[in-house]
Each structure stands twice: as structure tokens, then as C-alpha cells.
């Protein structure tokens, strides 16, 4: 799929809320813990800091600046109904690296008009990678002037691949990943960067031959699921079946191995 050089009104808003979130992000990265204003949600592995609620709060201003007729849903609680359009944001993908201040952390912005993406983008901060894709016109690579479309990788074997999954934040209600990490490492290589959108985006990228992980929430795949369709990917639930904006368990394959993925988590 050829990318469109010119990105519409929609990904180009979606890519200067990132990069001002990601500059903002990467600024306070190296601070100390009382600094970031570090707190639990749901039990004490699942953080969320000023970092969280500043970049969240930047960027529905932005979106709503541009787009006031558009909904929003943040992973931190920021909520606008829309009639036709919805922004969907994580502020942070990766909070807990960012708390110990490792740099492997993404802003993640998708759009969905009626429950289909139509415009995604995430960025790195710390590799000033950008990630983007507009359904119908292919995905992107941005690195600082440079750009390049993005397409998944032609291995067509689970044994040759390196594919990626999440460490659950409560083993006990998320955590049917645990058992399948121990076999597929007998099978290929798995890599837990922290971050599901940047798991996403090295689909898409090539980088990595598939992502899984059960108990996620759309803002950490929405972006992600268009990269990986628009870059030649194919995305389900982790039983193979028809991917939807309201998926939990999710699986992301360059394609040729969705398949035996499939049957390696059953």
C-alpha cells in the first residue's frame, strides 16, 4: 500500500498533539518519582503520574480546539460525547517505564468514525519515531525530516519470528498470557517492551512478526490495530476471530503467521 505524502486535517492535528505531548513527556522522564506525582489505579503495579494527566489534558485540548464536534475517551478519564467522530487517547502507554524513567514509552492517538479507525497515530518520544496511517492510505514512518510507509515483515514461520507481549498488571485476572509466554519461548523469540502501542507499531514497522496480550483497553490498540492493517497486517482476538474496537484479548500478525499463532495460544 503507496502512502500518501500530504496527510488529511485528521492525522496532521493527531501528530502535533503527539510530538507536543511526547516533548512534554520526554522533558520530565529523568525526574524522580515524587516528581512525576506518582499514584496507583487499580492495584500497585498500575501507575499513573502528572505526566498522565498533563499530556492528556494537552491533548484534548488540541483535539477539541480543531474538532469541537468530535467525542473523546482518555485513558485517564477524560470523556466528550460526539456524533459521528471519537478520538481515542493514551496519554502514556508504558507509564510504569516512565515512573522508573526507562525510556520505552508511547503517546497513542487513533480516531474511529462509527466504530471504524480511520486515523492513527503514536509516537516515541525518546527515538523521535512517529508512527502514523489513515485508512485506505497506507502507513508511515517519521524520523525527524525523513519518512518512509511502513509494511509488516515476510517471515512466514512462528520459529524464525520475534513476537512481543505485555506483563499483566493483576496475574490473576489478565494474566493467560503468563502460561503461553512459557510456550512460545520454546518456539520463538518474546520480547515485553512494556508498551502495547509500541509493540503495535514494530508490527507494522517489520520490527516484530506479532503482539498479544488479553485484558487491554482500546486506547492502548486502537492506533496501533490501523498501523498494522494499513502496513499489510492482520489483526483479531486471540482466538482468530473478527477484530473490534471492543477486543480485550488481542493478537497483531505481519499475516503469514496469524494462523499458527492462533493455535499456539488455544
Request: with cysteine.
Amino acid at each position: 500500500m503507496v502512502v500518501v505524502k500530504g496527510p488529511s486535517a485528521f492525522v496532521s492535528t493527531a501528530i502535533d498533539a503527539a510530538l507536543q505531548a511526547g516533548k512534554l513527556l520526554q522533558q520530565m522522564l529523568p525526574e524522580s518519582r515524587a516528581s512525576k506525582d506518582v499514584a496507583t489505579k487499580r492495584n500497585p503495579s498500575d501507575f499513573v503520574t502528572r505526566g498522565d494527566r498533563m499530556a492528556e489534558a494537552l491533548i484534548a485540548r488540541m483535539l477539541r480546539e480543531r474538532f469541537p464536534d468530535h467525542g473523546i475517551l482518555a485513558e485517564e478519564g477524560t470523556s466528550h460525547a460526539g456524533a459521528e467522530y471519537r478520538w481515542i487517547i493514551d496519554p502514556i502507554d508504558g507509564t510504569t517505564n516512565f515512573v522508573h524513567g526507562v525510556p520505552l514509552f508511547a503517546v497513542s492517538i487513533a480516531l474511529e468514525q462509527r466504530q471504524e479507525l480511520v486515523a492513527g497515530v503514536i509516537y516515541h518520544p525518546s527515538m523521535d519515531e512517529l508512527f502514523g496511517a489513515e485508512r485506505g492510505r497506507g502507513a508511515f514512518l517519521r524520523h525527524g525530516e525523513h519518512q518512509e510507509p511502513l509494511k509488516v515483515s515476510g517471515i512466514g514461520e512462528v520459529t524464525q519470528s520475534m513476537v512481543a507481549t505485555g506483563q499483566p498488571h493483576d496475574v490473576e485476572e489478565t494474566g493467560r498470557n503468563v502460561a503461553q509466554i512459557e510456550r512460545l519461548a520454546h518456539t520463538a523469540s518474546v520480547r515485553i517492551t512494556g508498551s502495547a502501542a509500541l509493540h503495535l507499531a514494530y508490527v507494522a514497522a517489520g520490527r516484530l512478526e506479532a503482539f498479544w496480550e488479553p485484558g487491554l483497553s482500546s486506547w492502548d490498540y486502537a492506533a496501533g490495530a490501523l498501523l498494522v492493517m494499513e502496513a499489510g497486517g492482520r489483526i483479531s482476538d486471540m482466538q482468530g476471530r473478527t477484530f473490534h474496537l471492543d477486543c480485550h484479548d488481542v493478537l497483531a500478525t505481519n499475516g503469514r503467521i496469524h494462523d499458527e499463532m492462533v493455535r499456539l495460544l488455544a
